[in-house]
């Protein structure tokens, strides 16, 4: 195990609990001590895009900075914000569509802000307000990011309007101010009479988490410094459950799964911990009911938790409208409630039995059919490919020749052996026209002037003789050939694009009686 990987899984973790907490943030429209509520008049940070400090003289920023300072608070800035009722607490909120980390401190008795982090990121619970998932969500910050990335010749404004319609594109925004970074409009505060939606106002909060993760973060930040984590129960972590040489996990899927589906789920079985990821109608669901039922036919027990409800329930319907009360739901009250009569149910059906027959053997020997028929597939597959492009060059190639069809009609008149040997005389004429001879023909032209001469019209005669009326008019692109008398390159270089196109046309006719 390299060492230093476990400390980075655990910082990792601390910055998600703690980045959860931040940017799920709401905000009371009535805040204190904890946000400061329009605190410039235009927008430096985010869509100004202001990489250097600057100097505040804001006194109300300056109480707040003294009591981030005291309570060794993080601050953050959000820009435009979502106004709204928060039914569950029974008060109107704000929460900034837009974060950014910010450093606040004192240089020369001068209170000066500055961006801790180099981009913003979306408010999470400003953008589930608005009716978006985690997954969109994800999707969305990854196109902000994007967008400031190659923001550097767009003005504020601009740069502002594009990154709504990014969200818009995937929700509806009530907009009731126009978003314009260089001039907030902080002349009028929202009240509770105000519209629902998005105003170009701006905020200043403080960075705490709620009283459910400050247990679990205290305990992260004390093992992120840690030299002698591979010795913990963390070290489950990074091992790995070896299966015995030659033995294949054979999953059962009871609903449908792809090739990379099968090879995750079959190395979740090696690998202590696993993540898997995938945009929404990927099959996460899917896969997570099979992975179940696999671990449970091993032996396994399983939690399933998520941090939403709907996700838990498709699982839950899908696993037990196949198998009976195999998973159990216990998130809430009145769940657990029904466990006793789910119990009874449970034990009532084990004791009437069971139809099924099948056995570890058959499912091993069905496994191993479908492994067979999936490489025979693939060989299939890959036959169709090479052969598609060997109909598309073909296709392609042949229309260099006079005529297509006469083209076609020659190659049944002749042979691969016909061609091949024509080949030979060719590059016979064209050596003895490079005069490269050897040399017992050096020797015989002393005695015979004509005797090299004499050995080219031979060739040539040959391959006239061998050569019909069709294949000469398709080799000479013309209806009525002529015999060939004396060597040429072009001639030559025609023959191996026929020759090329007969072992292609007879290929595609083989594989065609083949399929």
Not at 7 to 27: H, M, T
Not at 73 to 78: A, K, M, N, Q
Not at 306 to 328: D, G, I, Q, R, W
Not at 353 to 370: A, D
Request: proline share 3%; glycine share 4%; hydrophobic share 35%.
């Amino acid at each position: 195990m390299k060492p230093g990987i476990l400390n980075a899984i655990v910082s990792y973790w601390y910055e998600c609990i703690r980045q959860e907490d931040i940017l799920g943030k709401d905000i009371s429209i009535n805040a204190r001590s904890k946000a400061l509520l329009y605190p410039f008049d235009n927008d430096l940070l985010i869509f100004g895009r202001k990489e250097e400090s600057f100097i505040t003289s804001n006194p109300k920023l300056i109480d707040f900075y003294t009591y981030t300072k005291t309570k060794g608070f993080d601050s953050y800035y959000g820009y435009p914000i979502l106004f709204y009722f928060n039914e569950d607490e029974n008060k109107f909120c704000i929460a900034p569509l837009f974060i950014i980390k910010i450093k606040l401190y004192i240089l020369d008795n001068q209170l000066k802000i500055q961006k801790d982090e180099p981009l913003p990121v979306c408010g999470i619970l400003a953008l589930e307000k608005l009716g978006l998932k985690t997954e969109e969500i994800a999707d969305i910050n990854n196109k902000i990011e994007d967008l400031f990335k190659n923001s550097s010749s767009i003005s504020n404004k601009e740069l502002a309007k594009k990154a709504v319609v990014i969200i818009e594109n995937e929700t509806f925004i009530q907009i009731n101010e126009e978003i314009d970074p260089d001039n907030l409009n902080n002349q009028t505060k929202i009240c509770k009479n105000d519209s629902p939606g998005l105003y170009n106002k701006s905020v200043i909060f403080i960075g705490d988490n709620t009283i459910y993760n400050l247990s679990l973060l205290e305990d992260l930040l004390e093992l992120k410094s840690k030299n002698d984590l591979n010795k913990t129960s963390l070290s489950f972590l990074l091992s790995q459950n070896t299966p015995r040489e030659g033995q294949e996990i054979i999953p059962v899927l009871p609903f449908p799964a792809n090739e990379y589906q099968i090879i995750a789920l079959q190395d979740i079985f090696i690998n202590k911990i696993s993540v898997i990821t995938g945009p929404p109608g990927t099959g996460k669901s899917q896969f997570i009911s099979n992975l179940i039922i696999n671990l449970f036919l091993a032996g396994k027990s399983v939690l399933f938790v998520s941090h939403t409800n709907p996700a838990v329930e498709v699982v839950n319907n899908k696993v037990n409208s196949n198998f009976y009360n195999l998973m159990f739901r216990t998130g809430r009250k009145e769940l657990r409630q029904e466990l006793r009569g789910k119990f009874n149910d449970l034990v009532l059906e084990l004791q009437k039995g069971t139809n099924c027959n099948i056995t570890k053997r058959e499912i091993i020997n069905l496994w191993e059919n479908i492994k067979e028929l999936q490489k025979k597939l693939l060989e299939i597959y890959d036959i169709g490919t090479q052969l598609e492009i060997v109909i598309e060059n073909y296709n392609n190639r042949k229309t260099l020749f006079y005529n297509d069809n006469e083209l076609e009609t020659s190659f049944s008149e002749i042979n691969e052996d016909y061609l091949f040997k024509i080949e030979r005389f060719l590059l016979e004429i064209k050596r003895l026209n490079d005069k490269s001879f050897f040399l017992f023909e050096k020797f015989l032209s002393i005695f015979n002037k004509n005797y090299i001469k004499t050995k080219e019209t031979k060739f040539l005669k040959n391959i006239n003789k061998s050569l019909t009326k069709k294949c000469q008019s398709a080799l000479q692109n013309c209806k009525e050939p002529i015999q060939i008398d004396t060597w040429s390159n072009i001639f030559f270089e025609r023959f191996k694009e026929y020759k090329n196109l007969y072992i292609s046309y007879n290929y595609i006719n083989y594989m065609g009686v083949c399929t």
